[in-house]
């Protein structure tokens, strides 16, 4: 069984969900991220994603993009996000995605990239401008080494397009909020939770919801309808404004503590 379907089909009681940050490897630097990540599975994550700076994130808002270039500008590249993980598995036992464009990644090697990534003890991948019609390789090299593959789905992904998806996917189906990119909104769309349903209708794997999710409001909002919630430009928004901070890891732990808290508590 799939530690990360697993891990969002465990009930988890008061109405709670799946919480599922993301960050960016190496913003504000590589030792940061390994204290962030540290934090934020003792601030209730269930899982947490883990970003590969890429030069050109077509899917991602603003907020990203900048944590993307403070990444690069730094040097940091794939290797050093496989190491980063390595180095925290030591200490948490989260399942962990590496979210990523597929450029670095066909720069690695498929096949070596499955090789450490199953040593270093990633639990699934997200290639975000991986095509289904164009995945089977990459599905193939990671489902053999126990690795999910993440799909994203949208509200404009057509039912038979859908179908195809969830066929090669495993862990969960990650299900794009609205059209577009990445970046905190004030109000969930009313799409996300049609596009739940039509996914439940094709498929029995767990289903979290990402894209603009910002507030507690939104998570217990997405709690209801999906499975887990996913939540990025929010917390990326908080180390970039925390950066040059001493408390930054604790005031983003308390940020993401925040966000799962119910009437004040956990």
């Given at each position: 069984?799939?530690?990360?379907?697993?891990?969002?089909?465990?009930?988890?009681?008061?109405?709670?969900?799946?919480?599922?940050?993301?960050?960016?490897?190496?913003?504000?630097?590589?030792?940061?991220?390994?204290?962030?990540?540290?934090?934020?599975?003792?601030a209730g994550a269930d899982i947490i994603e883990l970003g590969?700076?890429?030069?050109?994130?077509?899917?991602?808002?603003?907020?990203?993009?900048?944590?993307?270039?403070?990444?690069?500008?730094?040097?940091?590249?794939?290797?050093?996000?496989?190491?980063c993980i390595s180095n925290v598995k030591k200490h948490i036992d989260l399942p962990i995605v590496l979210f990523s464009y597929l450029?670095?990644?066909?720069?690695?090697?498929?096949?070596r990239l499955a090789d450490e990534a199953e040593r270093v003890g990633i639990d699934a991948v997200l290639i975000t401008d991986l095509t289904v019609?164009?995945?089977?390789?990459?599905?193939?090299?990671?489902?053999?080494?126990?690795?999910?593959?993440?799909?994203?789905?949208?509200?404009?992904?057509?039912?038979?397009?859908?179908?195809?998806?969830?066929?090669?996917a495993s862990g969960f189906i990650y299900a794009v909020s609205r059209a577009g990119v990445t970046g905190a909104q004030n109000e969930m769309p009313a799409d996300a939770e049609s596009l739940v349903r039509r996914v439940r209708a094709v498929s029995d794997l767990p289903v979290a919801v990402g894209f603009g999710i910002s507030t507690p409001e939104q998570?217990?909002?997405?709690?209801?309808?999906?499975?887990?919630?996913?939540?990025?430009?929010?917390?990326?928004?908080?180390?970039?404004?925390?950066?040059?901070?001493?408390?930054?890891?604790a005031r983003v732990g308390e940020f993401a503590r925040s966000l799962v808290a119910r009437n004040g508590t956990l």
């Open positions: 069984m799939s530690r990360m379907r697993d891990t969002l089909i465990e009930p988890k009681g008061s109405g709670r969900g799946g919480f599922i940050p993301f960050i960016t490897a190496g913003d504000p630097d590589l030792a940061t991220t390994e204290l962030l990540l540290v934090e934020l599975a003792a590969v700076p890429f030069s050109d994130p077509v899917a991602d808002g603003e907020v990203i993009q900048r944590a993307s270039e403070r990444a690069l500008r730094k040097g940091v590249t794939l290797g050093d996000t496989l190491k450029n670095p990644l066909l720069k690695f090697g498929r096949e019609e164009e995945a089977g390789p990459w599905v193939r090299a990671f489902h053999d080494r126990a690795i999910d593959m993440i799909f994203l789905v949208a509200p404009t992904t057509s039912d038979e397009r859908l179908t195809h998806i969830t066929q090669q998570v217990r909002q997405v709690w209801r309808f999906a499975d887990g919630a996913v939540i990025g430009s929010a917390l990326v928004s908080q180390i970039e404004k925390l950066s040059s901070s001493p408390h930054l890891v």
